[in-house]
């Protein structure tokens, strides 16, 4: 009985060359790739160093450079890039961002984007509870290859009552896009 089946199916195989592989000099293929949203950014200074300069009790500023490459969905895609100050200054006695010594201090940004990019409005307090924006996209933006530019220019109070000292904080970029 087993015999019979092999021959049976030996025969159907030599029978039916559809079902053989079929060689030739050339052959093709179709390619297909679905392209989504996607963003990536690089924080380009690893290090923002606040000073003051000019007049004594001059509020401190310094700059943040990012590169970020976004691609938005074509119709009603969005994005963001948000920064949020997720370590305050330490050690205690100089400035604080959640907790401020006096009641003017604020460690602020304004936003300077390329496009496709919307840089934040006006002046920016930063949060060490909330993102705030440093920039939107819209639908269907889309950055060049090696990244487009964005930059947070930030102003520290420069408080008579903070102790002499070293101090640093850590704020945390976050780009998203749909």
């Given at each position: 009985m087993q015999r019979r089946t092999l021959l049976v199916m030996f025969a159907f195989l030599i029978v039916c060359p559809a079902v053989q592989?079929?060689?030739?000099?050339?052959?093709?293929?179709?390619?297909?790739?679905?392209?989504?949203?996607?963003?990536?950014?690089?924080?380009?200074?690893?290090?923002?160093?606040?000073?003051?300069?000019?007049?004594?009790?001059?509020?401190?500023?310094?700059?943040?450079n990012l590169t970020y490459k976004i691609r938005s969905t074509t119709s009603t895609g969005t994005g963001t890039i948000t920064a949020k100050v997720t370590t305050d200054f330490s050690p205690v006695g100089g400035p604080s961002v959640a907790t401020p010594p006096s009641g003017g201090d604020a460690l602020n940004y304004t936003c300077t984007v390329s496009a496709p990019g919307t840089a934040c409005t006006g002046t920016v307090t930063s949060s060490t509870t909330a993102s705030t924006s440093v920039a939107t996209f819209g639908a269907g933006a889309h950055s060049a290859l090696a990244g487009n530019t964005a930059s947070a220019s930030w102003t520290l109070t420069n408080d008579p009552v903070y102790a002499s000292g070293a101090y640093t904080a850590t704020v945390t970029y976050t780009i998203s896009s749909t």
């Open positions: 592989a079929q060689f030739a000099g050339t052959g093709t293929t179709t390619m297909s790739v679905s392209v989504g949203p996607e963003a990536a950014l690089q924080v380009t200074t690893s290090t923002t160093t606040l000073a003051a300069v000019g007049s004594i009790f001059n509020n401190y500023t310094g700059v943040t």
